[in-house]
């Protein structure tokens, strides 16, 4: 569930809007100012091209900041909990607020990424409550479309317009509906005897072919050209899910792989039902035994979406060719 934090939760999670360079770093570099002046760690995870914004008007003082650029750190925002946001925070001492600029949704992110930044945006508030982390999440009015800002204002509690507009509480602030929304049925993955050809593997998997299904899967990746560790990524993601569909999913599955606009696509359905809209976003304990398969899928694809519901699962990874 993401259910919002109360007023006391000492978590904070502001979307602030920006509709040229000069708001943008108005909104941004007094924030990194402040945490450096505190002496709290402060990390900036935003697009290259922000990124150096951000960077050139720090000068020196950026010495003392963790510089990510969000479209390779973040391109799977299935991604940006555990391998960004949470692998920050949880590496700084306790006692200190740390401080984050994520900026996961930009001008240019794909219809197929959409729905996964949204409800990654609407995640984080689950991820961190009862944490002394503040997330600012700047948002382009002048490039973004209406869905994105409306949506923005859904998946943050406090909103900063742009210009000089006061920070104030979210009026349509509903994380949960947005997770709700955005888990809508994908596409359908394509037939092999629908005349698309030798490109189109498909094929019903259970507890006894888990190995053959994983090299039938790891062949034709290479036939549509994958090679070295984007064809090793594909061996583990079609290992993971497909294990998972036997161990949690009903004990079957179907197995399709196929190229779409220079990616290969992997897509398992099974019977199962995922409850936890976290799972795979929790960066996993030292002593944690299982339980990584959905991490780990969301470490190595460069695009995760996910639809479940009470007939069964389906989980499609994208990989770039």
């Not at 809007?17 to 770093?25: H, M, P, Q, R, W």
Request: charged share 20%; glycine share 10%.
């Amino acid at each position: 569930m993401t259910t919002p934090a109360g007023p006391q939760d000492p978590f904070v999670h502001p979307a602030l809007f920006y509709a040229d360079a000069e708001e943008y770093l108005a909104g941004t570099v007094p924030f990194v100012r402040a945490a450096l002046a505190a002496d709290e760690p402060v990390a900036v995870a935003v697009p290259g091209e922000n990124l150096r914004l951000i960077q050139d008007e720090l000068g020196a003082d950026g010495a003392a900041v963790r510089f990510l650029d969000m479209r390779e750190a973040g391109r799977n925002p299935g991604r940006i909990i555990p391998g960004v946001l949470r692998a920050f925070a949880d590496a700084q001492p306790p006692g200190r607020r740390v401080r984050i600029i994520g900026e996961p949704i930009w001008a240019g992110r794909s219809p197929a990424e959409y729905p996964a930044c949204a409800q990654h945006e609407a995640l984080i508030n689950a991820a961190f409550r009862g944490r002394e982390v503040t997330i600012l999440c700047p948002y382009d009015t002048a490039r973004l479309d209406e869905r994105a800002l409306a949506d923005a204002h859904a998946t943050h509690p406090v909103v900063i317009p742009a210009g000089p507009g006061a920070e104030r509480a979210s009026a349509a602030y509903d994380p949960d509906g947005v997770v709700a929304r955005y888990n809508e049925p994908l596409p359908p993955a394509p037939a092999p005897a629908s005349g698309t050809g030798p490109d189109v593997l498909g094929v019903a998997f259970d507890e006894d072919s888990l190995s053959a299904v994983r090299h039938m899967a790891t062949d034709h990746g290479a036939r549509l050209g994958l090679s070295g560790l984007a064809l090793e990524n594909l061996a583990l993601i079609t290992a993971e899910l497909t294990t998972n569909s036997v161990i949690h999913g009903g004990g079957t599955g179907v197995l399709t792989v196929w190229p779409e606009d220079g990616y290969v696509l992997c897509e398992v359905r099974d019977k199962g039902r995922l409850t936890d809209p976290l799972a795979g976003r929790r960066p996993a304990s030292r002593d944690q035994r299982g339980g990584r398969g959905l991490l780990l899928v969301n470490l190595l694809a460069d695009l995760v979406r996910t639809h479940s519901a009470a007939e069964g699962t389906t989980i499609r990874c994208y990989l770039g060719r």
